[in-house]
């Protein structure tokens, strides 16, 4: 594990804002050093740090990083509605290169860890008239396919970039939409087979159970592909 080294930009950005500060006869309490010290500390190569090495790294609690990282967003961050939202998009998208979909139920989910750029996600689709779910854990964000798209469009290189990821997160929701066609598709069956049973002969149910089954296999195999 690696000790947290301030790089000169670091150490210009704390010297900076401290001069600042004294150059004032202000005076600095102890949270708003901590939380200009974490700013330095990111603009010394840390930011795409996850906040579990950031907290091994600066032995402090994950939950403490994860409140550094907001307020350092706060404070820091450029203050123009303008060019405050180019850089979370830029941060968006660098997020989502690496984004790994996971399927839950009809939705789709993934991980973001800084709590601004979650909170940004909401905003981008409060625009819309829409919204995430987090309520399950405040690091993932839950939401539909259209949800999706919109934040993709938002943020993508290009639309290959764009039609790509909503490929993939659509291949993950298909096996659960085709678990539930074949479901539909067994009962339907079943409830055909049913009747006619009540009504066939001995004979009849035998040569009656090739073409069922070749049927079943059928939807079977399209329903996988």
């Known amino acids: 594990m690696t000790d947290a080294v301030l790089t000169e930009s670091g150490k210009k950005i704390l010297i900076d804002e401290l001069e600042q500060y004294y150059r004032k006869f202000g005076s600095m309490n102890k949270n708003d050093f901590e939380v200009l010290l974490f700013y330095a500390l990111l603009e010394s190569g840390n930011k795409g740090k996850r906040n579990f090495e950031l907290s091994r790294i600066l032995r402090i609690p994950e939950s403490k990083v994860k409140r550094l990282r907001y307020e350092v ?4 961050a450029p203050i123009l509605d303008a060019d405050y939202r180019t850089e ?3 941060q968006l998208n660098e997020r989502l290169k690496n984004v790994v979909f996971k399927k839950a139920g009809n ?3 993934f991980v973001v860890e800084d709590v601004a750029l979650r909170r940004f996600i909401d905003n981008i689709l409060k625009e ?3 919204f995430s779910d987090s309520s399950f854990n405040n690091e993932i964000v839950r939401i539909g396919m259209k949800d999706l798209e919109i934040i993709l469009r ?10 790509r990821l909503l490929s993939e997160a659509k291949k993950l929701l298909k096996k659960e939409i085709n678990l539930q066609e074949l479901l539909a ?3 339907e069956i079943g ?3 049913s009747t006619l049973m009540s009504n066939a002969t001995p004979i009849g149910l035998i040569k009656l159970l090739p073409t ?3 049927k079943l296999i059928e939807k079977f195999k399209s329903i996988i592909k």
Do not use: F, M, W
């Open 107 to 109: 939705q789709i989910e």
């Open 154 to 163: 938002e943020t993508s290189d290009g639309s290959k970039e764009c039609d």
């Open 212 to 214: 069922v089954s070749h």
């Open 128 to 130: 819309k008239n829409s």
């Open 73 to 76: 967003d706060l404070k820091y």
């Open 185 to 187: 598709y067994l009962l």
């Open 88 to 90: 979370k998009l830029r």
């Open 191 to 193: 409830a055909n087979t």
